[in-house]
């Protein structure tokens, strides 16, 4: 399947990306499942990962691969256990695309190491994913680049220089169509640490690539909020259900979120419009409920106008409120009854 990135701009509502990751909790028959949730609740895109243990780290017990952060999801954890525990069995991943392809989605994953690159070559990805902590392996960047499909990049922890140096690599290295993703690798993240004012500068920064979000946030509000900052792409982690557990679903959607995060990112990229003023089209046939000036009680012709027998009053028919104390002490040409407007012409 065929996919252009290109086609992506703030002329097009936002592409959604559901991430399954360790969602599947090992099962092939759940993992369908999410796939079919996903499609449902009006996700554009599946996201799996493309590794193994044994592609990521070492199987040794050293200080250096355990998590030894307290406030992790996963501290005093070994980072081969872990990692064995979230991959997505390779001979999983043909069905899993089938499914999301039938269903409309389109299907993609990332890739930890260039033996995963080669193998979803063989399955024909239309585009590819590269993780946070990747974006400062060159090597691997460029051998995804020179695939020629379009990539998509999650910035977590790069410095400026190092965005610069991955843009570079990429576009030398054959990418034509590149997806910068502002992301905050903490898990979850805080709305406080999120900092989405990064990606309308990152749009200046990086004029002809793409800029979206990879949110690790609760809930929906800061996917929303970067959609007026520019965001084209978003990705969140989607499970079916919190309560079942697994390595990411403490920070994962739900379906009903999924389908609210569709929801509203389209209403506020609808929302955004253009730069106007004055009344839109559809606002004209409000402007008769202005305020204007009106008779407000019975005036015979030769009487003064007063603030006694003349308003400001909805509508918006008479003559504007700005020109009520021009007309006050004006003498009446004719008579009036309560509720005419006043015009020009009676001047």
Same mark, same amino acid.
Not at 282 to 301: M, P, T, W
Not at 318 to 345: C, H, M, S
């Given at each position: 399947m065929d996919f252009n990135l290109s086609l992506l701009n703030n002329s097009t509502r936002p592409f959604i990306i559901a991430e399954m990751s360790g969602n599947h909790n090992q099962s092939l028959e759940r993992?369908? =499942?999410?796939?079919?949730?996903?499609a449902e609740m009006g996700a554009h895109a599946l996201k799996i990962q493309t590794y193994t243990a044994d592609t990521l780290t070492l199987d040794v017990d050293s200080p250096d691969f355990i998590i030894n952060d307290m406030e992790s999801l996963w501290k005093n954890k070994k980072l081969y256990d872990l990692y064995n525990e979230a991959y997505t069995p390779w001979e999983w991943h043909k069905p899993i695309f089938d499914r999301a392809k039938e269903l409309g989605m389109i299907a993609f994953s990332t890739p930890f190491d260039e033996t995963a690159v080669d193998f979803l070559e063989e399955l024909d990805v239309p585009l590819y994913k590269i993780a946070s902590f990747e974006n400062t392996d060159l090597p691997l960047i460029k051998k995804v680049a020179s695939t020629g499909k379009p990539m998509i990049v999650s910035t977590g922890m790069a410095t400026l220089a190092e965005l610069d140096e991955l843009v570079r690599t990429a576009k030398e290295a054959g990418c034509k169509d590149l997806v910068l993703l502002k992301c905050t690798s903490t898990y979850p993240a805080t709305p406080d640490n999120t900092n989405i004012l990064t990606i309308a500068h990152m749009k200046q920064l990086f004029e002809d690539v793409q800029i979206g979000l990879s949110d690790h946030t609760m809930g929906i509000g800061v996917s929303v909020s970067s959609v007026a900052l520019g965001a084209t792409v978003i990705e969140k982690h989607f499970t079916l259900d919190r309560a079942d557990g697994g390595v990411d679903a403490a920070f994962s959607m739900e379906p009903a979120e999924m389908k609210a995060l569709v929801e509203e990112t389209e209403?506020?990229?609808?929302?955004?419009?253009?730069?106007?003023?004055? $009344?839109?089209? =559809?606002?004209?046939? *409000?402007?008769?409920?202005?305020? *204007?000036?009106?008779? *407000?009680?019975?005036?015979?012709?030769?009487?003064?106008?007063?603030?006694e027998n003349?308003?400001?009053?909805? $509508?918006?028919?008479?003559?504007? $409120? =700005?020109?009520?104390?021009?007309?006050?002490?004006?003498?009446?040409? =004719?008579?009036?009854?309560?509720?005419?407007?006043?015009?020009?012409?009676?001047?």
């Open positions: 993992a369908l =499942k999410i796939v079919e949730a996903a209403r506020a990229w609808l929302a955004l419009g253009k730069v106007t003023y004055g $009344p839109t089209v =559809k606002e004209k046939k *409000s402007l008769k409920f202005r305020r *204007s000036i009106y008779v *407000s009680k019975d005036i015979k012709a030769g009487e003064k106008f007063t603030t003349i308003k400001i009053v909805r $509508p918006g028919y008479g003559l504007q $409120p =700005k020109y009520f104390n021009q007309v006050l002490n004006k003498k009446a040409r =004719k008579d009036y009854i309560v509720g005419t407007p006043l015009k020009f012409e009676d001047l």
